[in-house]
């Protein structure tokens, strides 16, 4: 039989197996099942499994096993589930929690989150159908905090991590901040920087002024003005559009580097103390004190190479 609960004000609802819950208030959930929810005031449920839950209000789940999730408000997760997270607001992560996609406009704080997609920021302004802003929503600095898992991390936001962060892929639209050791598989930085290290198989970083970087290494390193979304980005798994990152346009400055290390290297417009590879063409605008190299190299008439080494095989 068809049930539908329909209710105003604070209320507590405990054991049921409905179809839909609306609250226009304050709502507890204990034990409840239901395909559609829908809470306008703060949210709290406990061992609760939810289709869909839409919230305009601060809310926590615990021990919970939820499909899709709209949060305006803080929110609060505990050692539970979610296919699909859309949030605004501030993310705190109690214990561990999993999480399928996040499309998050907040700070995150978690003990342990592992997720598949990260996605932190707006995509044209447009944030899950709700309202309408500028091209992409500006908090300031977004910091992600705690110890993340997961297939991509994307942000089109300027972002501080602190913590451990262990993702296939690293994509960043806008300023990136750490003091954490980078390790993926593949990075992608459009903006300014200002990172320890970067440990992953192909890195693309878009030079900027006052962007610094100690280490990179990995297989292949591309430092250069233009970005083109190649057939493996294409197919890196990710919520934003290809377009918004081919598209993203600023001026360029000189990125300073200690050390690159890396079989396959391109540069240009960098300062670096010191280059190890294979192969190495040295582009436009760099200033180079050290060389070392196994197999090619080229370097541009506008750029300077102090020290130039070529090493048996």
Known sequence: MTRKISSM?????????????????????????????????????????????NCMGESYFESSDIGKAKIMGETEIKNSKIKELNAMGNIKVVETAKIDNIKAMGN?????????????????????GIIKIGKFFNTGNVRLKGNFFGETLE??????????????????????KSLCEIECEEFYSLDRIELQSIN??????RPFSGSKVKNIVGSKVMICRDFS?????????????????????KDVGILEIDLIEADEIYIENVNVNCIRGQNIIIGKNCNVKKVEYTNEFEASKDSIINEKIKEGN
């Open 229 to 249: 979304v190649t057939d493996e980005f294409k197919k890196i798994p990710k919520n934003y559009s290809d377009g918004i990152y081919e598209d993203y346009d």
């Open 108 to 128: 995150i704080n978690a003990d342990n989150l592992e997720c598949g997609i990260l996605s932190v920021g707006s995509k044209s302004g447009n944030f899950f």
């Open 155 to 176: 942000s089109v936001l300027s972002i501080s991590l602190d913590g451990i962060f262990k993702f296939k892929n690293l994509i960043f639209l806008n300023s990136l």
């Open 200 to 205: 992953s198989e192909y890195v693309f970083i």
């Open 9 to 53: 004000g604070a209320n507590t609802h405990s054991g049921i197996n409905v179809d839909s819950i609306k609250n226009m208030g304050d709502a507890k959930l204990y034990d409840c099942v239901a395909e559609t929810v829908k809470v306008m005031g703060e949210t709290y449920c406990e061992s609760c499994k939810f289709e869909t839950i």
